[in-house]
C-alpha cells in the first residue's frame, strides 16, 4: 500500500481528514472557477466598452456634422458682416462728403460775407430781432445755460480773430473760422454750454489736433481744437462752465492756444461777441450776432418753460381737505 499524504483539521465541530489529492482537485475547481469569472467579467467589460466605443463614434459623427454646418454659417455670417461693413463704410464716406460739402459752403458763405462787407443788420430781418424786455428772468438763465457764451479758458486774450489772416504755420493767406485764445499749456478749458460730447480724439485731417466737439441746444455746436487732453469721453453730458480739457498745441500749431468755434446749423459763427455774453450784457449778442433767428430761438425756450410747468403742475398731488 502506498504512503498518502493526510491533512487533518479539527476544531469544535470535530476533525476533518483531507487526502491530497482532494485538495488537489478542490485547487484545481477552485482556479477554473476563479478564471471562469474572470472571463465572464471581461467578456461583459469588453462588451460594454464597445458600446461605449459606438456611442462615441457615433457622437464624434454628429459633432463632426454639427462642426460643418456651424462653420457653414460661420461663413455665411462673416460675408453678411463684411457687406454691412462695407455699405456701413460706403454710407459713411457718402455722409462725410456731404459734411465736407456742406461745410464747403458754409465756409464759403462766410468768406464771401465778409469779403464783401456785409452789414450786420442785413443778416436777419428786423422781424426776426429778439424783444428781450418780453423775456422772464427764467428764460434768460435758460438761454444763458443752453447757448454757447462765456469763456471757454480764464483770462483770455485773442491771439487771432475770426476772418481772413495769413495761416502761422503755412503762411498762406486763408479764412480763420474761430478765435485764437491765449493760453498756457495745459490751462483748464471750460464748456460754453450744456451738452452731449460728439468728438473727443485726435483729428489729423483738421489740422486741430486734438479735437473736442461738443453739441448743444438748438443746433449750436462748439469746436475747441490744439487741445493736450481730454476729460470727458463722447456721449457723455456736461454742464455749462465743467472742465472738459486742457489747452496744448497738439496739430498745427506754433505754441499753445485754444481754438474755439461756434457753429449753428453749419454755418460758423463769429465766436467774438460770443465771449462776453452773461445777464450783465445780454442783449448785447443778439445786436451783433445777426445770423441766428434770436426771436424764434426766444419763443421756444417759452414754449419749453411753459410745457415743463404744465407737466410739473399735472405731476404734483392735489391737496385733501381735513
Do not use: C
Request: glycine share 8%; aromatic share 8%.
Amino acid at each position: 500500500m502506498r504512503s498518502r499524504l493526510s491533512v487533518t483539521v479539527t476544531d469544535v465541530t470535530g476533525s476533518t481528514h483531507y487526502s491530497l489529492s482532494q485538495i488537489a482537485r478542490r485547487t484545481l475547481v477552485a482556479m477554473l472557477t476563479v478564471a471562469l469569472t474572470a472571463m465572464l467579467v471581461g467578456g461583459l467589460a469588453i462588451y460594454v466598452l464597445r458600446h461605449e466605443l459606438s456611442n462615441i463614434e457615433a457622437r464624434k459623427q454628429q459633432l463632426e456634422t454639427e462642426q460643418a454646418r456651424l462653420e457653414v454659417e460661420n461663413e455665411a455670417l462673416n460675408t453678411a458682416i463684411r457687406d454691412r461693413s462695407l455699405a456701413l463704410t460706403t454710407a459713411k464716406a457718402q455722409l462725410s462728403s456731404v459734411s465736407l460739402e456742406l461745410n464747403q459752403v458754409s465756409d464759403d458763405l462766410t468768406e464771401i460775407e465778409t469779403l464783401i462787407g456785409l452789414r450786420p443788420d442785413e443778416g436777419l430781418a428786423m422781424l426776426d430781432r429778439l424783444d428781450t424786455a418780453s423775456q422772464t428772468a427764467q428764460e434768460k438763465m435758460l438761454m444763458l445755460q443752453s447757448i454757447p457764451g462765456g469763456r471757454p479758458v480764464e483770462g483770455w486774450e485773442i491771439n487771432s480773430a475770426f476772418g481772413m489772416r495769413a495761416h502761422p504755420v503755412t503762411g498762406k493767406k486763408k479764412f480763420h473760422y474761430g478765435v485764437d485764445l491765449k493760453a498756457e499749456q495745459g490751462a483748464p478749458v471750460f464748456a460754453a454750454a450744456d451738452g452731449i460730447v460728439d468728438f473727443a480724439a485726435f483729428d489729423a485731417k483738421s489740422g486741430f489736433g486734438n479735437l473736442l466737439v461738443l453739441v448743444h441746444h438748438f443746433g449750436f455746436v462748439t469746436y475747441y481744437g490744439h487741445l493736450d487732453g481730454f476729460e470727458v469721453e463722447p456721449g457723455e453730458f456736461v454742464e455749462k462752465g465743467q472742465v472738459v480739457a486742457y489747452t496744448g498745441s497738439s496739430g498745427r500749431a506754433t505754441g499753445p492756444h485754444l481754438h474755439f468755434e461756434i457753429r449753428r446749423m453749419q454755418r460758423k459763427l463769429d465766436p467774438t461777441p460770443f465771449l462776453d455774453w452773461d445777464l450783465t450784457n445780454y442783449e448785447a449778442l443778439f445786436m451783433q450776432e445777426t445770423h441766428v433767428p434770436w426771436d424764434s430761438l426766444a419763443k421756444a425756450v417759452k414754449r419749453r418753460l411753459a410745457t415743463s410747468e404744465q407737466r410739473l403742475s399735472q405731476r404734483a398731488p392735489e391737496s385733501v381737505a381735513n
